[in-house]
Protein backbone atom coordinates (compact mmCIF):
# COMPACT_ATOMS: atom_id res chain seq x y z
CA UNK A 1 0.00 0.00 0.00
CA UNK A 2 1.60 3.36 -1.09
CA UNK A 3 1.27 6.23 1.10
CA UNK A 4 2.06 9.16 -0.69
CA UNK A 5 1.04 12.75 -1.50
CA UNK A 6 2.18 15.88 -1.46
CA UNK A 7 4.19 14.87 1.23
CA UNK A 8 2.92 12.55 3.56
CA UNK A 9 5.40 13.34 6.88
CA UNK A 10 3.65 16.67 6.98
CA UNK A 11 0.55 14.90 8.18
CA UNK A 12 2.32 14.41 11.91
CA UNK A 13 3.36 11.35 12.95
CA UNK A 14 -0.21 10.31 14.81
CA UNK A 15 -1.98 10.49 11.08
CA UNK A 16 1.10 8.87 9.99
CA UNK A 17 1.02 6.02 12.34
CA UNK A 18 -3.00 5.45 12.22
CA UNK A 19 -2.51 4.61 8.04
CA UNK A 20 0.30 2.46 9.04
CA UNK A 21 -1.64 0.63 12.03
CA UNK A 22 -4.35 0.43 9.09
CA UNK A 23 -2.46 -0.75 6.25
CA UNK A 24 -0.65 -4.10 8.87
CA UNK A 25 -4.64 -4.51 9.95
CA UNK A 26 -5.16 -5.33 6.50
CA UNK A 27 -2.12 -7.96 5.98
CA UNK A 28 -0.07 -5.82 3.59
CA UNK A 29 2.95 -4.06 3.29
CA UNK A 30 3.73 -0.03 3.35
CA UNK A 31 5.32 2.38 1.32
CA UNK A 32 5.67 5.45 2.17
CA UNK A 33 6.91 7.89 -0.16
CA UNK A 34 8.78 10.98 1.24
CA UNK A 35 11.03 13.28 -0.48
CA UNK A 36 13.05 13.55 2.62
CA UNK A 37 12.64 16.94 3.09
CA UNK A 38 10.12 16.94 6.18
CA UNK A 39 12.19 14.21 7.65
CA UNK A 40 15.08 16.76 8.40
CA UNK A 41 12.82 18.77 10.63
CA UNK A 42 10.65 16.18 12.00
CA UNK A 43 11.52 16.33 16.43
CA UNK A 44 13.48 12.66 17.46
CA UNK A 45 10.28 11.66 19.62
CA UNK A 46 8.17 11.86 15.92
CA UNK A 47 10.28 10.60 13.84
CA UNK A 48 11.44 7.00 15.80
CA UNK A 49 7.56 6.70 16.42
CA UNK A 50 6.60 6.52 12.87
CA UNK A 51 9.56 4.48 11.75
CA UNK A 52 8.61 1.88 14.82
CA UNK A 53 4.70 1.97 13.22
CA UNK A 54 6.20 1.31 9.76
CA UNK A 55 8.88 -1.48 11.03
CA UNK A 56 5.14 -2.74 12.01
CA UNK A 57 3.81 -2.86 8.55
CA UNK A 58 6.13 -4.77 7.58
CA UNK A 59 7.09 -1.20 5.10
CA UNK A 60 9.92 1.04 4.35
CA UNK A 61 10.83 4.61 3.29
CA UNK A 62 11.05 5.11 -0.46
CA UNK A 63 12.96 8.47 -0.98
CA UNK A 64 12.86 10.56 -4.49
CA UNK A 65 16.48 11.48 -4.54
CA UNK A 66 16.91 13.41 -8.54
CA UNK A 67 20.45 14.50 -8.21
CA UNK A 68 23.86 14.47 -7.12
CA UNK A 69 24.24 18.10 -6.73
CA UNK A 70 22.61 21.32 -5.25
CA UNK A 71 22.21 22.82 -8.83
CA UNK A 72 21.09 20.13 -10.80
CA UNK A 73 18.36 19.11 -7.88
CA UNK A 74 17.33 22.86 -7.75
CA UNK A 75 16.89 22.58 -11.39
CA UNK A 76 14.70 19.68 -11.33
CA UNK A 77 13.08 20.53 -8.23
CA UNK A 78 12.33 24.14 -7.78
CA UNK A 79 12.88 23.72 -4.51
CA UNK A 80 15.68 26.23 -3.07
CA UNK A 81 17.75 24.29 -0.43
CA UNK A 82 16.36 21.34 -1.25
CA UNK A 83 19.21 19.33 -1.71
CA UNK A 84 20.90 20.03 1.72
CA UNK A 85 17.47 19.26 3.63
CA UNK A 86 17.23 15.94 1.44
CA UNK A 87 20.13 14.35 2.08
CA UNK A 88 19.65 15.02 5.63
CA UNK A 89 16.63 13.32 5.77
CA UNK A 90 17.84 10.62 4.30
CA UNK A 91 20.25 10.04 6.96
CA UNK A 92 18.17 10.86 9.39
CA UNK A 93 15.73 8.06 8.12
CA UNK A 94 18.49 5.29 7.92
CA UNK A 95 19.68 6.54 11.34
CA UNK A 96 16.18 5.02 12.25
CA UNK A 97 17.18 1.64 10.94
CA UNK A 98 13.92 1.36 8.70
CA UNK A 99 14.80 0.45 5.37
CA UNK A 100 15.41 3.15 3.00
CA UNK A 101 14.52 3.08 -0.63
CA UNK A 102 16.21 5.58 -2.97
CA UNK A 103 14.16 6.36 -6.22
CA UNK A 104 16.23 8.44 -8.86
CA UNK A 105 13.88 9.24 -11.61
CA UNK A 106 15.32 9.31 -15.29
CA UNK A 107 14.96 11.96 -17.39
CA UNK A 108 16.09 14.93 -20.17
CA UNK A 109 17.39 16.78 -17.39
CA UNK A 110 20.10 13.98 -15.34
CA UNK A 111 20.51 11.12 -17.33
CA UNK A 112 24.28 12.12 -18.22
CA UNK A 113 24.49 12.29 -14.64
CA UNK A 114 23.67 8.87 -13.69
CA UNK A 115 27.11 7.44 -13.21
CA UNK A 116 27.87 10.17 -10.85
CA UNK A 117 24.53 9.97 -9.10
CA UNK A 118 25.45 6.44 -8.39
CA UNK A 119 29.06 7.00 -7.24
CA UNK A 120 27.32 10.20 -4.63
CA UNK A 121 24.63 7.78 -3.13
CA UNK A 122 27.41 4.95 -2.63
CA UNK A 123 29.61 7.66 -0.70
CA UNK A 124 26.96 9.71 1.30
CA UNK A 125 24.22 7.65 1.64
CA UNK A 126 25.41 4.03 3.11
CA UNK A 127 23.21 1.89 4.67
CA UNK A 128 19.83 2.38 2.27
CA UNK A 129 18.11 -1.07 1.58
CA UNK A 130 18.50 -0.72 -2.50
CA UNK A 131 18.59 1.90 -5.14
CA UNK A 132 15.83 2.05 -8.11
CA UNK A 133 16.78 3.58 -11.50
CA UNK A 134 13.57 4.98 -12.72
CA UNK A 135 12.84 6.54 -15.95
CA UNK A 136 9.97 8.91 -16.00
CA UNK A 137 6.51 8.87 -16.62
CA UNK A 138 5.55 10.94 -19.88
CA UNK A 139 2.18 12.53 -17.76
CA UNK A 140 1.74 14.97 -15.49
CA UNK A 141 4.27 18.02 -15.67
CA UNK A 142 6.25 15.96 -17.65
CA UNK A 143 4.31 14.89 -20.69
CA UNK A 144 6.04 15.79 -23.76
CA UNK A 145 8.92 15.49 -25.59
CA UNK A 146 10.67 17.91 -23.33
CA UNK A 147 11.86 15.48 -20.76
CA UNK A 148 11.97 12.31 -22.31
CA UNK A 149 15.30 10.91 -23.17
CA UNK A 150 15.27 7.80 -25.70
CA UNK A 151 15.84 4.79 -24.07
CA UNK A 152 19.30 4.66 -26.50
CA UNK A 153 20.64 7.37 -24.90
CA UNK A 154 20.01 6.68 -21.42
CA UNK A 155 21.94 3.27 -21.81
CA UNK A 156 25.24 4.19 -21.72
CA UNK A 157 25.32 6.41 -18.56
CA UNK A 158 22.60 3.74 -16.64
CA UNK A 159 25.10 0.75 -17.33
CA UNK A 160 28.05 2.76 -15.70
CA UNK A 161 25.91 3.68 -13.13
CA UNK A 162 24.53 -0.11 -12.30
CA UNK A 163 28.41 -1.03 -12.15
CA UNK A 164 29.65 1.33 -9.96
CA UNK A 165 26.29 0.60 -7.58
CA UNK A 166 27.25 -3.45 -8.15
CA UNK A 167 31.23 -2.53 -7.36
CA UNK A 168 29.42 -0.69 -3.95
CA UNK A 169 27.61 -3.72 -3.40
CA UNK A 170 24.55 -1.46 -3.77
CA UNK A 171 20.90 -3.15 -4.37
CA UNK A 172 19.29 -1.77 -7.04
CA UNK A 173 16.49 -2.32 -10.07
CA UNK A 174 15.56 -0.86 -13.14
CA UNK A 175 11.61 0.49 -13.73
CA UNK A 176 10.03 1.65 -16.97
CA UNK A 177 13.26 0.96 -19.33
CA UNK A 178 12.51 -2.59 -21.05
CA UNK A 179 15.12 -5.13 -20.47
CA UNK A 180 15.96 -5.19 -24.09
CA UNK A 181 17.94 -1.84 -22.79
CA UNK A 182 20.09 -3.05 -20.07
CA UNK A 183 22.91 -5.53 -22.01
CA UNK A 184 24.13 -8.16 -19.77
CA UNK A 185 22.30 -6.55 -16.38
CA UNK A 186 19.09 -7.12 -17.81
CA UNK A 187 17.67 -9.31 -14.60
CA UNK A 188 17.67 -6.25 -12.55
CA UNK A 189 14.71 -4.81 -14.61
CA UNK A 190 11.97 -5.09 -12.06
CA UNK A 191 8.68 -6.41 -14.67
CA UNK A 192 11.15 -9.43 -15.45
CA UNK A 193 9.67 -11.12 -12.09
CA UNK A 194 6.01 -9.62 -12.32
CA UNK A 195 5.80 -11.24 -15.79
CA UNK A 196 6.99 -14.41 -14.68
CA UNK A 197 5.25 -14.92 -11.85
CA UNK A 198 1.76 -13.61 -13.63
CA UNK A 199 1.51 -10.78 -11.41
CA UNK A 200 -0.98 -8.17 -12.22
CA UNK A 201 -0.53 -4.65 -12.14
CA UNK A 202 -0.01 -0.98 -13.69
CA UNK A 203 2.79 -2.04 -15.77
CA UNK A 204 0.17 -4.37 -17.81
CA UNK A 205 -1.42 -1.01 -18.75
CA UNK A 206 1.06 1.76 -18.65
CA UNK A 207 3.26 -0.21 -21.17
CA UNK A 208 2.18 -1.88 -24.41
CA UNK A 209 4.47 -4.35 -27.06
CA UNK A 210 5.23 -3.00 -31.02
CA UNK A 211 6.46 -4.34 -33.99
CA UNK A 212 10.19 -4.49 -32.96
CA UNK A 213 9.15 -6.40 -29.86
CA UNK A 214 8.37 -9.31 -32.28
CA UNK A 215 11.40 -12.09 -31.91
CA UNK A 216 12.83 -10.66 -28.61
CA UNK A 217 13.90 -12.83 -26.30
CA UNK A 218 12.64 -10.84 -23.76
CA UNK A 219 8.85 -11.09 -25.44
CA UNK A 220 7.37 -13.11 -22.70
CA UNK A 221 8.99 -11.63 -19.69
CA UNK A 222 8.51 -8.07 -21.00
CA UNK A 223 5.40 -5.66 -21.22
CA UNK A 224 6.97 -3.68 -23.57
CA UNK A 225 7.83 0.04 -23.61
CA UNK A 226 5.66 2.81 -22.10
CA UNK A 227 3.00 3.99 -23.79
CA UNK A 228 3.86 7.56 -23.16
CA UNK A 229 7.11 7.20 -24.67
CA UNK A 230 5.80 5.34 -27.76
CA UNK A 231 3.66 8.08 -28.34
CA UNK A 232 6.35 10.74 -28.17
CA UNK A 233 9.27 8.99 -29.93
CA UNK A 234 7.02 6.47 -32.11
CA UNK A 235 9.02 3.92 -31.80
CA UNK A 236 12.14 2.41 -29.81
Known sequence: VQISGGE???AGAENICLLLAAVKKMGRRAELQTNALAAAGLKEAEIKRITRALK???GY???NFPAASPALDLKITKARGGFK???AGVKRLIKTGAPVRLTHVISELNYSQLPAFAAFAAKNMKGIAWLQFSYIKGIGRADGSKYLPKYGEVRLYLE???TICRANKIHCEVDHIPPCFLGEIYALNVDIVKMREGVKGPHLQEKKRV???RGCRFIKLCPGPRKDYIAVHKKL
Open 56 to 58: VAD
Open 61 to 63: FNV
Open 8 to 10: PLL
Open 85 to 87: KRL
Open 160 to 162: KAL
Open 211 to 213: PAC
